[in-house]
C-alpha cells in the first residue's frame, strides 16, 4: 500500500468535521476518498524553494533524523517546524520572479551541512 492510499488521523478528523458541519448525510467511500484527497496537503520536494502568500521564500530541508521535513526561511536562514509557513505554498521555478535574501553559497552550504549530517 503506497503512501497515497492512506490517510492520517488528521485528515479522518478534519474530513469528519466537514462532514458533520457540512453534510449531516451518508456518502459513498469514492465521495469520502474524494473529499480527502481533495483536501490534502502537497508533498513538499526536499531541496525545493517554496513561496508563501506573503512572499517569503522557504527552502524544504529533508531530516535525517527520521523526525520529518522542516523548512529554513530564506529571509532569516532560521529552520522551523513542517507547519509554520503560511499555506498555500507555491513551488518556485526557474522563472519564478523572487529575490531569495541569501546567496547561492549559502543554500550551497545548507546542502553540505544536511549531508554530512
Same mark, same amino acid.
Request: net charge negative.
Given at each position: 500500500? /503506497?503512501?497515497?492510499?492512506? @490517510?492520517?488521523?488528521?485528515?479522518?478528523?478534519?474530513?469528519?468535521?466537514?462532514? &458533520?458541519?457540512? %453534510?449531516?448525510?451518508?456518502?459513498?467511500?469514492?465521495?469520502?476518498?474524494?473529499? @480527502?484527497?481533495?483536501?490534502?496537503?502537497?508533498?513538499?520536494? !526536499?531541496?525545493? *524553494?517554496?513561496?508563501?502568500?506573503?512572499?517569503?521564500?522557504?527552502?524544504?530541508?529533508? %531530516?535525517?533524523?527520521?523526525?520529518?521535513? =522542516?523548512?529554513?526561511?530564506?529571509?532569516?536562514?532560521? *529552520?522551523? =517546524?513542517?507547519? $509554520? !509557513?503560511?499555506? !498555500?505554498?507555491?513551488?518556485?521555478?526557474?522563472?519564478? &520572479? $523572487?529575490?531569495?535574501?541569501? =546567496? %547561492? /553559497?549559502? $543554500? *550551497?552550504?545548507?546542502? =553540505?551541512?544536511?549531508?554530512?549530517?
Amino acid at each position: 500500500m /503506497s503512501a497515497e492510499d492512506t @490517510i492520517t488521523r488528521e485528515e479522518l478528523a478534519a474530513y469528519c468535521g466537514r462532514l &458533520a458541519r457540512d %453534510r449531516g448525510s451518508y456518502l459513498s467511500a469514492d465521495e469520502i476518498w474524494k473529499d @480527502i484527497q481533495d483536501c490534502r496537503e502537497p508533498e513538499y520536494e !526536499p531541496g525545493a *524553494i517554496y513561496q508563501d502568500p506573503a512572499g517569503r521564500a522557504w527552502f524544504r530541508v529533508r %531530516r535525517d533524523d527520521l523526525s520529518g521535513a =522542516s523548512w529554513r526561511c530564506c529571509e532569516s536562514g532560521s *529552520i522551523y =517546524s513542517h507547519d $509554520v !509557513p503560511e499555506r !498555500p505554498l507555491l513551488k518556485m521555478t526557474a522563472g519564478s &520572479a $523572487v529575490r531569495l535574501p541569501v =546567496s %547561492r /553559497s549559502e $543554500v *550551497i552550504d545548507t546542502l =553540505s551541512d544536511e549531508r554530512s549530517g
